[in-house]
């Protein structure tokens, strides 16, 4: 989808609150969806549950954790990455499903024929004969 080569390349939502959030220090969550858009809303979410982000209860302030300081592993944007190089059949089927639950992308099925001249081929077609008669029978 469009979205999915825009994550390719860009980022996953995710990567793109934390990378934010270490270049602008701990701030507030308006201030993440205000300079980031719908990418916030979707990226804060997931950065939480990767345990990248940690908020502060008391002043609501949200800051890079420990486990993100040393970098992060964006899997979502290889992902789409390897898909858009077409080697979407050497993923694992849980990492397939996780792309399309986000819809991130869409599966397409192909199917192709092989067609080859034979020896019954003609180029024009040939009336079938309608009526049987006594000789048809006997040759």
């Known amino acids: ?7 390719a390349t860009v980022g996953s939502p995710e990567a793109q609150v934390v990378s934010y959030v270490k270049e ?15 990418v916030a809303k979707i990226g804060f979410g997931a ?11 008391a002043t609501k302030e ?8 040393d970098g992060i592993e964006d899997t979502v944007a290889d992902l789409l990455t ?6 979407a059949a ?14 991130l992308i869409h599966l397409t099925k192909t199917t192709g ?10 180029t024009e ?3 079938q004969e309608t009526e049987l008669t006594q000789e048809m029978i006997q040759n």
Not at 1 to 7: L, P, S, V
Not at 82 to 87: D, F, L, W, Y
């Open 1 to 7: 989808t469009e979205e999915g080569e825009q994550y």
């Open 24 to 38: 602008h220090g701990p701030c507030v969550q308006k201030d993440i969806i205000a300079s980031l858009g719908g």
């Open 47 to 57: 950065a939480m549950k990767n345990g990248w982000l940690s908020m502060d209860k």
């Open 62 to 69: 949200v800051s890079v954790s420990d486990k993100a300081k």
């Open 82 to 87: 390897k898909v858009s190089k077409g080697e």
């Open 90 to 103: 050497s993923l694992a089927k849980g990492d397939m499903d996780m792309l399309k639950k986000r819809k």
């Open 113 to 122: 024929f092989k067609v080859d001249k034979t020896s019954n081929f003609r």
């Open 125 to 127: 077609i040939v009336k």
